[in-house]
């Protein structure tokens, strides 16, 4: 018994000795710790947007369709479904809340609340529909009936047709803050915008976003494990589609009109690529998307005219071939090699 007493002489220090943090621990947690400075620096920037010259209605514009992309990535890169008719559900909100705000005269809330709800009704139709399809098939299925609401809109005799839905007044929030203001209501959808982000942050880290990376990493095993995968996808097409709904009835209001570009099978494709190109499965990866392709439409467009599209076009495929995980997804990458070595 003599390695008993050196033994027990070695353990009251080794309980008081703190444990170990593994590299792979400490690398992930100093990238968190980037993330959130980076975040809080972002949000700063946005706060002071009106005051150091940004165009208060492009920087409206920006946040919508970032909400839009984050809604979109909620789905894709979280859940991994890849839906090809996502702007059905931005361009019904759009509708909605622009016929009822101009004819009905619902204020402004009432509005995006209804344009909200809206979709995420049409997102359980589709999705109670799609979801029981993989891969291919639910994409494809999603863009036939996002096809189908298109030409609902182009029909419907209350759209406006191809003129689309025009003069929106922006009102008074709750009665009494008026809208009029573009700096009033850019801090209004900086508010929502921050919401929304908070929401999908939450959701994401929430056991229920565990379950839905699970599916998105092998269904096979989630439904092994027990969980009703159909269910479970189909909350997040809901919950995503709301959000869809929540930036088109915003963007209704900040630029007064509702036309049938919102629901064009085309934004389908743009928000695709704002996900990718800022980085599918993070979270300030598709904002960063977002403003770059609304940055880029608004600054190139008077320039290069529908040369737009080629342009967009080229940016993706480089984006596919160099940057396959984003901007922020490469980023990240980056910092992590750089830890390990």
Not at 289 to 312: C, E, H, M
């Amino acid at each position: 018994m003599p390695t008993s007493a050196p033994a027990a002489a070695a353990s009251p220090a080794a309980a008081t000795r703190p444990a170990a943090t593994s590299p792979k621990v400490a690398i992930a947690a100093a990238i968190e710790r980037r993330g959130r400075i980076g975040l809080l620096i972002g949000l700063a920037l946005l706060l002071v947007a009106p005051l150091i010259g940004l165009y208060p209605v492009f920087m409206m514009k920006a946040l919508c369709y970032a909400i839009f992309a984050c809604a979109f990535n909620l789905l894709l890169g979280f859940t991994g479904l890849l839906s090809f008719g996502h702007a059905a559900f931005l361009g019904a909100a759009a509708y909605w809340t622009g016929w009822l705000v101009r004819t009905a005269g619902w204020p402004p809330e009432l509005g995006v609340l209804a344009g909200t709800l809206g979709a995420a009704l049409l997102g359980l139709i589709v999705g109670a529909i799609a979801i029981r399809r993989q891969g291919i098939y639910f994409a494809m299925v999603t863009l036939a009936m996002a096809q189908m609401v298109y030409f609902i809109w182009l029909q419907a005799p209350f759209t406006g047709g191809e003129d689309g839905l025009q003069g929106v007044p922006r009102g008074k929030l709750f009665g009494f803050i008026s809208l009029a203001s573009d700096v009033t209501l850019y801090y209004v959808v900086l508010a929502v915008f921050v919401a929304v982000f908070l929401l999908i942050l939450r959701i994401v880290h929430s056991p229920y976003g565990q379950v839905l990376k699970a599916i998105r990493e092998n269904e096979p095993r989630a439904i092994s494990l027990g969980y009703d995968v159909d269910r479970y996808k189909l909350l997040a097409f809901v919950l995503s589609t709301a959000l869809a709904g929540l930036a088109g009835s915003l963007k209704t209001l900040v630029l007064g009109f509702a036309t049938l570009s919102d629901a064009h099978w085309s934004l389908s494709g743009e928000v695709i690529l704002m996900t990718l190109l800022g980085g599918m499965g993070t979270f300030a990866g598709p904002v960063i998307g977002a403003f770059t392709i609304i940055g880029l439409q608004d600054y190139l467009a008077d320039r290069v005219g529908s040369w737009i599209n080629v342009i967009i076009g080229a940016i993706f495929v480089v984006c596919v071939v160099a940057f396959r995980r984003g901007f922020v997804g490469e980023l990240i990458a980056w910092q992590r090699r750089r830890g390990a070595r």
